[in-house]
């Protein structure tokens, strides 16, 4: 099962090089090359190692008379003159890992076709032809981008670019809302379900001076507060909790300590919360670095299902394509920008008829049956939804006889 994780690309890498170098070869020249201060990702650490095991192995077979395989990381901002030549590559802040070697390269034609599953120009026996479509499933299910460059003759980068979590945000951010001198020494109680966010936001917090009282939920940190003799002087909590919501505990919080600053952080975005009323207007908010899609995954996970992830129609398509086991069920958003989550179910009920539907959306049910986005009896689930919501409808709907 995947367990998506906050990861820095520096130690994973440091771990896997007693893996890598038996793998390529004493031929093989192997320098890594680490960023200090690199940031981190989000994703499944076993699906790492495979990316980075798949681009080896390639380059090793590239290079049969020896050469040199570099493994780098970096810090890498993404504008607008990069994206604009690299299609399907969004601006922002990543964390890149280049994997270049030495070896033989490929032509355009080759190039243009090394995402394809099956396709190989090895021997039989030799290869599978599912390395690098393997690597760009990974990719994708972790929000990134890869671009691979190669010359014939002269050798071949792949450069991959993960989402960076965001740190940087966070302090920002508590300093803002404390609005107290640099570097105080103030008291924050930290109320996150999610064991990695929590293990990253009281890194950072306790790494500038902050000291950090950490509940898993709402009643836990109301019992903490409750013992705890000395001032609380913020509470950062999660929006979304299975008990207690966080805007319960904060107001709870607030009853009995009305000094206390709150600062909410959330997998949905700012616009989202406040949309909906989770909050009220004008308080602290702190965006999480992943998204409600993700939420959804890891709810799902949890439930025991195994989830295939597609940002777009059309990669959803090539990975039910490229899936051999069975699909039970589609859970896809209704407005789209490329093609709609109805067009997506169509087809994909046009390949797999067995497959329940479930759609979502931001748009109340009513409005999306009014457009006639959707047709009619089939499941629908209002976002922003409850990890429960999510669940049970789930449920139903695979339950739903054929
Ligand atoms: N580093 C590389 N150098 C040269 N060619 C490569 C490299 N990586 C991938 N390729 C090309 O892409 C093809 C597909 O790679 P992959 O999906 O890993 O399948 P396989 O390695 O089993 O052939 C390879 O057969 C090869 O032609
Ligand atoms: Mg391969």
Known sequence: MLKPEVLDLDIVMEDLQKMLRPLIGEDIELSLIPEPDLGRLRADKGQIEQIVMNLAVNSRDAMPKGGRLTIRTANVDLDKSYTRLHVGSQPGAYVMLDVTDTGCGMDEATLGQIFEPFFTTKEQGKGTGLGMSTVYGIVKQSGGYIWVDSKLGLGTSCKIFFPRVEQAVMTPKVREVLAGPAGGKETILLVEDEGSVAILARRVLEREGYRVLEAREGQEALRISGRYVGPIHMILTDVVMPVMSGREVAHRLLSERPEVKVLYMSGYTDDEVLQHGILDCDIGFLQKPFTDDTLARKVLE??????????????????????????????????????????????????????????????????????????????????????DTLARKVREVLDTPA
């Open 302 to 387: 949890r439930e025991g299902y195994r989830v295939l992830e597609a940002r777009e129609g059309q990669e959803a398509l090539r990975i039910s394509g490229r899936y051999v086991g069975p699909i039970h069920m589609i859970l896809t958003d209704v407005v789209m920008p490329v093609m709609s989550g109805r067009e997506v179910a169509h087809r994909l009920l046009s390949e797999r008829p067995e497959v329940k539907v479930l759609y979502m959306s931001g748009y109340t049910d009513d409005e999306v049956l009014q457009h006639g986005i959707l047709d009619c009896d089939i499941g629908f689930l209002q976002k922003p939804f409850t990890d």
